[in-house]
């Protein structure tokens, strides 16, 4: 009933894709008959080292700081962006059009491109760190805000207008409160990303407990990384719990 | 006095005309239901009233003043005067009853006090004042979403008494409703008409409750008025006419999506 001759096609062209792809990307289970060296590897991992706890929380500090410092203003600065690139609140086609190329613009430059580009007037540090992420989730926020915009209901912002507001301040005010649990959520998906984010540009000399990672792995402190990784896992879930609890207290 | 002269709107990409050439006077007192087929263009007029609606020919002339030449500033006065209800009642959610009565004011304050959503003791006494009216003074701090439909019409209804206006528009405000709420709410409508002294349309299915409320009947039928009379004029005849329907009997639900 369900099954028809034509989907056999779409089956081969998957099948073939999946093959390329693996041709391409030299994958070959059968090379994990020297599986015993990552064991080996691992083993050097334990037992963790902590006398060092100290100076690795400082450094998670600082990666939470560059995180959210980034995450935040892209969020400040998309919002805005966001109602200029949606259909039905942007004022005019040019300016829709305008923001949406921008957006992607932003968008599709990887952080850590924006972060090597910075580097180089800004020197080493989490300075240009905390632009790049902000560069990026300017472009990413943007665009997810904007489609929730386009999904909102009209009909209480035709109700605000109908009472005589004017007609950006119509907009703004009926589609914020409907949009707003969703946005959180975004930001805080958003905010964890840029956590894992903010350890890339640390091996590029971007700070933070990334380039402490970087640093332990290249000078085999091999006792140090683990407690790195533990404590990179452990922020990673904390913000993820935190950005739960304020969704669940919004909605 | 509200007069519509030859007002015609056709919408981009359709054959038709939703209005044609509409002609019609309203005249202080008046309490009119609009009764039509879904597509008839009865909200195609509602809306037009209060300019959510651009006509593509003819105007709308209301205490000397025509619609058709007005700029957004003397739009949003106009709007002010039109207090409007809607089928799916339009507020705005995760507001109180409370804070979405206020937003009735809107049109009058500016938009940085809105924002702020910075109101004077009086202000908000007179929106408790028209929740008192609605018999909502319980529920005031209650958010919106979780009130029954019938008094979240009620609310809708505060917010645009607050407004103070001359006209009270109702865009199919009871079709989402059961037929004991509808009735109650087309009671609480006659009362807040003749209170204020208002002048009320109303889109309305439901042709039973047009006959027991409004003072007057209009019928649209494919953009052009059929019938503007007297309720106790619009005959089972005239049901048939305007419905397209079989007979009488099946009236039942007719309701636009």
Redesign the interface.
């Known amino acids: 009933m369900w099954f028809k001759k034509r989907s056999i096609l779409t089956y081969f062209v998957l099948a073939l894709f999946v093959y390329l792809s693996m041709r391409l990307t030299e994958f070959d289970l059968s090379k994990f008959k020297d599986f015993r060296n990552m064991i080996d590897f691992l083993s050097h991992w334990f037992p963790m080292d902590f006398s060092l706890l100290p100076k690795i929380l400082e450094d998670s500090l600082e990666t939470l700081a560059m995180a959210f410092l980034g995450s935040f203003f892209g969020l400040i600065i998309g919002l805005p962006l966001s109602f200029m690139a949606a259909k039905n609140t942007s004022g005019s086609k040019l300016i829709y059009h305008l923001t949406r190329v921008s957006l992607s613009f932003v968008r599709s430059i990887p952080e850590i491109v924006f972060g090597l580009i910075l580097l180089t007037a800004l020197g080493l540090g989490p300075f240009p760190a905390v632009l790049a992420i902000m560069f990026h989730n300017i472009g990413v926020l943007g665009k997810l805000i904007s489609e929730l915009i386009e999904a909102s209901?009209p009909?209480?912002q035709?109700?605000?207008?109908?009472?005589?507001?004017?007609?950006?301040?119509a907009s703004?005010?009926?589609i914020l409160?409907?949009i707003?649990p969703n946005v959180l959520s975004n930001y805080f998906y958003r905010f964890e990303v840029a956590i894992r984010t903010s350890l890339i540009l640390g091996f590029i000399g971007g700070g933070g407990i990334g380039q402490r990672l970087f640093n332990d792995f290249k000078t085999f402190q091999y006792s140090s990384v683990s407690l790195d990784v533990l404590v990179i896992m452990i922020i990673v879930v904390l913000v993820d719990l935190f950005g739960s609890y304020v969704r669940n207290r919004v909605i | 006095m509200l007069e519509i002269r030859n007002i015609t709107v056709r919408y981009p990409g359709m054959k038709h005309n939703a209005l044609n050439s509409i002609n019609l006077t309203i005249h202080p007192g008046d309490f009119v239901c609009v009764l039509g087929k879904s597509g008839a263009g009865k909200s195609t007029l509602i809306r037009c009233l209060?300019g959510?609606q651009t006509p593509s020919s003819g105007e709308i002339i209301w205490d000397g003043q025509s619609f058709s030449a007005l700029s957004?500033e003397q739009l949003?006065?106009i709007?002010?005067e039109?207090g409007?209800i809607?089928q799916?009642?339009?507020?705005?959610?995760?507001?109180t009853v409370l804070q979405n009565v206020l937003?009735?004011?809107?049109?009058?304050r500016s938009?940085f006090k809105?924002?702020i959503g910075w109101f004077t003791d009086e202000e908000k006494a007179q929106a408790k004042q028209v929740i008192a009216e609605v018999g909502l003074t319980d529920f005031a701090d209650r958010r919106v979403e979780h009130l029954s439909g019938g008094q979240k019409q009620r609310v809708?209804i505060a917010?645009?008494l607050l407004?103070n206006p001359s006209f009270l528009l109702g865009d199919e405000p009871v079709a989402s409703l059961d037929p004991g709420t509808s009735d109650r709410i087309f009671s609480l409508l006659q009362e807040m008409h003749e209170r204020h002294k208002l002048q009320t349309i109303i889109n309305v299915h439901d042709v039973q409750l047009a006959k027991r409320y409004a003072t007057r009947i209009i019928a649209l039928k494919d953009g052009e008025v059929v019938f503007d009379d007297k309720p106790e004029q619009f005959t089972d005849d005239m049901y048939v006419f305007t419905y397209d329907a079989e007979s009488y009997g099946e009236k039942s639900y007719i309701r636009s999506t």
Request: aromatic letters at 16%; hydrophobic letters at 45%.
């Open positions: 209901d009909g209480p035709e109700a605000m207008k109908a009472v005589g507001a004017k007609s950006w301040f703004l005010f009926s409160p409907q707003w | 209060n959510l957004d949003r006065k709007r002010r039109m409007m809607f799916h009642f339009n507020l705005i959610p995760r507001l937003t009735g004011m809107f049109g009058f938009s809105n924002l809708g917010r645009a407004q």
